[in-house]
């Protein structure tokens, strides 16, 4: 990964990421977790931006995808090196040793369904009204490829 760059609209992005990042930022912190190492957060998601890991608009900040992360196993990969399995599971899916859990989180409103990810043990929106008052849809779960001998 390359050296952090600003970029015209950093603002809106950083705002952008704030709002929609969940998955992405629950990425980066299993990242972290499995390699030990700091991972710097704007390097990651603008080269995660740059390879087309995550979708982002930047001409368009109403875009429904924006944040949306395409391709997590590759995200995983740029920032650990290792090849990562990656899958969706239900609710009440119990992650077996060497699984990573991101749990996607619903609360329904009048017309409207809003989701959040987050990890047991790490919340990238503090006090998450659709964690509160919502319940786990389901779960992704992500899986390090064996490291070679």
Same mark, same amino acid.
């Given at each position: 990964?390359?050296?952090?760059?600003?970029?015209?609209? *950093?603002?809106?992005?950083?705002?952008?990421? !704030?709002?929609?990042?969940?998955?992405?930022?629950?990425?980066?912190?299993?990242?972290?977790?499995?390699?030990?190492?700091? *991972?710097?957060?704007?390097?990651?998601?603008?080269?995660?931006?740059?390879?087309?890991?995550?979708?982002?608009?930047?001409?368009?900040?109403?875009?429904?995808?924006?944040?949306?992360?395409?391709?997590?196993?590759?995200?995983?990969?740029?920032?650990?090196?290792?090849?990562?399995?990656?899958?969706?599971?239900?609710?009440?899916?119990?992650?077996?040793? !060497?699984?990573?859990?991101?749990?996607?989180?619903?609360?329904?409103?009048?017309?409207?369904?809003?989701?959040?990810?987050?990890?047991?043990?790490?919340?990238? *929106?503090?006090?998450?009204?659709?964690?509160?008052? !919502?319940?786990?849809?389901?779960?992704? *779960?992500?899986?390090?490829?064996?490291?070679?001998?």
């Amino acid at each position: 990964m390359s050296k952090t760059r600003l970029r015209n609209g *950093i603002q809106t992005f950083l705002s952008e990421a !704030g709002e929609a990042g969940c998955y992405a930022l629950c990425l980066i912190d299993i990242a972290e977790e499995y390699s030990g190492k700091h *991972i710097d957060v704007l390097d990651s998601l603008f080269d995660a931006v740059d390879r087309g890991y995550i979708h982002y608009n930047a001409d368009d900040r109403n875009d429904d995808n924006n944040f949306f992360v395409e391709y997590p196993g590759l995200f995983l990969e740029m920032m650990t090196g290792v090849k990562w399995d990656v899958r969706k599971e239900a609710a009440f899916y119990a992650t077996k040793d !060497g699984e990573y859990c991101v749990q996607r989180w619903e609360r329904k409103k009048t017309g409207n369904v809003l989701s959040h990810f987050q990890r047991k043990d790490f919340e990238p *929106i503090e006090n998450s009204l659709t964690a509160k008052y !919502g319940k786990i849809a389901s779960q992704r *779960i992500l899986k390090p490829h064996k490291k070679e001998a």
